[in-house]
């Protein structure tokens, strides 16, 4: 019944939603595509990878009965890394390079945690296969690439990976949310490749050290159409069984990046709610207890009141962000300090307070888009971040997690922006400029016995 409910939603104008041109059309964020522009060739350098001789089990990761899409873990001599679902017909096909996929055991379910709270990290996969829009000159030959991260310039792959969850569960960070991307609605050939990293972290032979979770980006090219929703929850259901898949309140949890995309896709938000109620439903009768979904929603300093009940009657469970800026008037191409985007942050965290929803307060490492080609005439620009200002910013996190008990989960969930989002000046990878300075910061305001203040 659900099912039918949800094919038979039409998609109306848009409400409340930002406009995202094409490829074609002018300078789009990441998250809407990798168009090609010139050809850069990413050398990565092999820093250290985990002996697997012992580990022969080749698992199947079982997907949902009754025609849903399951994900298999293979490892054969010259194995193919495609999207870990077998749906990706009507989902999400991927256009991957072939690769030598390793023995894999399945993880015991853990729950990793670094002194009690978890930290997750926001993981993009688009440094992928050159030519490629995110590699441009501006960072493979201007002084900014002294930001090339301690692994290289790299593409996704086994090896890199395996390094990434390395660095970062030494850091603290306890899971990935990997963007997902439903790239079947993409006609870019470097799009295809978005979701890799997110595969290859299922192969890994240090997939123990953390977990992960997705965060569902539904930003143009990548917007489904309402009646292809039932397709795409199918496909994730087979992520959400995995022993490592972050749960809150015992369930899934499923990050959606933008509230405003969900209305362009189904209409209203009525249709929002059913089409949450749909993915909760299939969940259950898939076994799982539900699914927790929470959603990247923000209160400027003069938000319409209204925006408050719609998101309510929308069905979201818990409030969160990928990241917060230019909410204090800045301008383009004019730098403002990074102390005022650590302000403007904190200040969206009591914000959201109004909502009164449980909430996951994001530490947003970095803004700075003098590091994206596509947006040199509209760069916002925060200026002056260290990894001192930055381990007082994640302290602030942490210390309000503790005082509001009652307005987050039990879990105590901290999000960062991110992992490796160098092309917005926000990654916190190691680099050659500041090597593990980041990491480091990141991992003594999480260890230390009392949250720093400054």
Not at 51 to 70: I, L, Y
Not at 115 to 124: C, S
Not at 321 to 326: A, E, I, L, R, V
């Amino acid at each position: 019944m659900l099912a039918g409910l949800l094919s038979g939603l039409t998609i109306s104008p848009a409400i409340g939603g930002a406009a995202y041109p094409a490829h074609a059309a002018s300078a789009p964020s990441h998250h809407e595509a990798t168009a090609t522009t010139q050809a850069a060739t990413a050398t990565a350098s092999a820093v250290a990878s985990a002996d697997t001789s012992s580990q022969t089990a080749t698992p199947t990761m079982s997907g949902p009965r009754n025609g849903v899409a399951s994900v298999t873990a293979t490892s054969t001599a010259t194995a193919t890394n495609t999207a870990v679902s077998t749906a990706r017909a009507t989902a999400t096909p991927t256009a991957s390079p072939t690769q030598t996929l390793r023995p894999i055991t399945l993880p015991k379910p853990v729950v990793h945690r670094t002194n009690g709270y978890q930290v997750g990290a926001y993981y993009f996969s688009g440094w992928t296969h050159a030519p490629n829009n995110n590699l441009t000159p501006l960072l493979l030959n201007s002084p900014l690439r002294k930001y090339e991260p301690l692994i290289g310039w790299y593409d996704d792959s086994q090896q890199l990976v395996d390094q990434n969850i390395m660095q970062a569960s030494n850091a603290g960070i306890n899971f990935f949310a990997f963007d997902y991307y439903n790239t079947a609605r993409s006609p870019y050939k470097t799009d295809q490749a978005l979701n890799e990293g997110l595969t290859f972290y299922l192969h890994s032979a240090l997939r123990s050290r953390m977990n992960f979770c997705l965060t569902f980006i539904d930003q143009n090219p990548f917007e489904p159409k309402a009646s292809q929703w039932p397709q795409l929850v199918n496909v994730w259901l087979s992520y959400f069984k995995q022993p490592d898949y972050v749960r809150v309140n015992g369930k899934p949890l499923f990050i959606i990046f933008s509230p405003e995309h969900m209305r362009d896709i189904f209409g209203t938000s009525r249709n929002v709610y059913r089409a949450l109620d749909y993915l909760r439903a299939r969940a259950r009768a898939y076994g799982l207890p539900g699914v927790t979904v929470a959603v990247g929603a923000s209160l400027a300093a003069t938000y319409n009141p209204s925006r408050i009940p719609q998101l309510r009657s929308e069905g979201y469970d818990v409030l969160t962000g990928y990241n917060y800026h230019s909410f204090g008037g800045e301008k383009y191409r004019q730098p403002v300090p990074y102390d005022r985007l650590v302000q403007e942050n904190r200040q969206m965290w009591d914000r959201d307070l109004k909502f009164g929803q449980p909430y996951f307060p994001v530490v947003t490492s970095g803004w700075d888009q003098r590091f994206s080609a596509r947006e040199q005439s509209t760069a916002i620009i925060y200026n002056g971040r260290t990894p001192q200002k930055f381990a007082c910013y994640v302290g602030a996190a942490r210390r309000w997690v503790d005082t509001h008990p009652r307005n987050t989960v039990k879990e105590r969930i901290i999000m960062v922006f991110a992992w490796n989002e160098t092309g917005e000046g926000g990654e916190i990878i190691p680099t050659r400029a500041d090597r593990y300075a980041y990491t480091s910061a990141l991992n003594g305001a999480i260890t230390a016995r009392t949250a720093p203040s400054c």
